[in-house]
């Protein structure tokens, strides 16, 4: 059953590293998504990324229940968006400008909350063996996924639907698309958007939690490599859909597992150049969706970054 692994090592390797690196992507992405269906944008989900991450070591740590940690990181992510929102609903703040002061903000409050929680050792979050079947070490590890990854995708599956099919999802995109027309009806944008960043952020804080907790399962000031700013970077190249964002978590996943899926097969030289592949493939995407002619087709009308 097993025979021929050595073959498909490094498929296997890229398929496991893809699953593992690409659940932070696939939360950030989708919080950032909402945020962004309503008109908004959150720069600072790298700051909620971390600070989440931080939040749920030390709850784990301190309780002992790595899943009390995750809905602390939730908690703390959701006051990170709350407090966002509200300072963005004023006139003339630059969303873009409040994002980057609350990235840096978190990083820094996380960085100094957490001095004291980088040596103890915290419970992991669980993981499903669906490799029991095989003998193989490699396909077990590989199989060996975490239920997050699958809440992820049942999440991308469900926003997808709600967006189109819902009384919810029919005023964000209305928020979205225009203020004035959301007004008419009766809707408060602010409203909308500050609940939309809000849920962004407690999206954002689980893939944090899941770094810390599972993969790679410690808290380091250098836990996230940039992944809240990449995952904005991802929501274009998806066009604001969630089904879109999941699959281009994958991708991005995949491209960083490419580096530690060549040294696992015995590649010890260049290898470490592929770690690089998922800040280039974000360069590329950014260059290829950038265009002063054309506008970025499934973008909301009042998202500032199209402005």
């Known amino acids: ?29 989708l919080g950032e998504t909402i945020t962004e269906r309503s008109g908004r944008i959150n720069l600072g989900l790298e700051g909620t ?29 959701t006051i990170f968006g709350l407090v966002h929102g509200w300072i963005c609903k004023f006139p003339k703040v630059n969303d873009i400008a409040i994002g980057i002061a609350m990235m840096q903000f978190g990083l820094g409050l996380a960085f100094f909350l957490g001095k004291s929680f980088i040596q103890p050792a915290a419970p992991k979050l ?54 004035d027309a959301a007004r008419a009806m009766g809707i408060n944008p602010d409203l909308v958007r500050l609940l939309a960043t809000a849920v962004g952020g407690a999206l954002a804080a ?32 998806a066009r ?20 530690p899926a060549l040294q696992s097969v ?16 974000t360069l590329a995407i950014l260059i290829a969706t950038s265009s002063p002619n054309r506008s970025l087709a499934g973008a909301p009308g009042t998202l500032s970054l199209t402005k």
Do not use: H
């Not at 699958?150 to 926003?159: E, M």
């Not at 250098?222 to 190249?237: D, E, K, P, W």
């Not at 015995?266 to 493939?281: D, I, S």
């Open 126 to 179: 669980a993981s499903i063996p669906l490799g029991s079947w095989s003998s193989s070490p490699q396909v077990q590890a590989a199989l060996n996924i975490n239920i997050l990854f699958f809440i992820g995708a049942a999440l991308a599956v469900f926003l997808a639907w709600a967006f189109r099919n819902t009384k919810v999802g029919l005023i964000l995109r209305v928020v979205g698309d225009s203020t």
């Open 49 to 77: 990324l971390v600070f989440g991450a931080m939040t749920a070591y030390a709850t784990a740590v301190i309780t002992g229940s790595p899943m009390l940690g995750v809905l602390a990181a939730m908690a703390t992510g």
């Open 206 to 237: 689980i893939g944090g939690a899941y770094l810390s907790l599972y993969y790679p399962g410690s808290w380091n000031e250098r836990i996230s490599s940039g992944q809240g700013l990449m995952a904005v970077a991802l929501v274009i190249f």
């Open 240 to 259: 604001w859909n969630p089904i879109g964002c999941f699959l281009a978590a994958l991708l991005f996943g995949g491209a960083g597992a490419l580096g």
């Open 1 to 29: 059953m097993d025979s021929g692994l050595g073959l498909w090592g490094v498929p296997l390797a890229i398929f496991a590293g893809a699953i593992r690196v690409s659940t932070p992507f696939i939360f950030v992405s």
């Open 266 to 281: 015995g590649v010890t030289q260049g290898y470490y150049l592929f770690y690089a592949a998922p800040y280039v493939l």
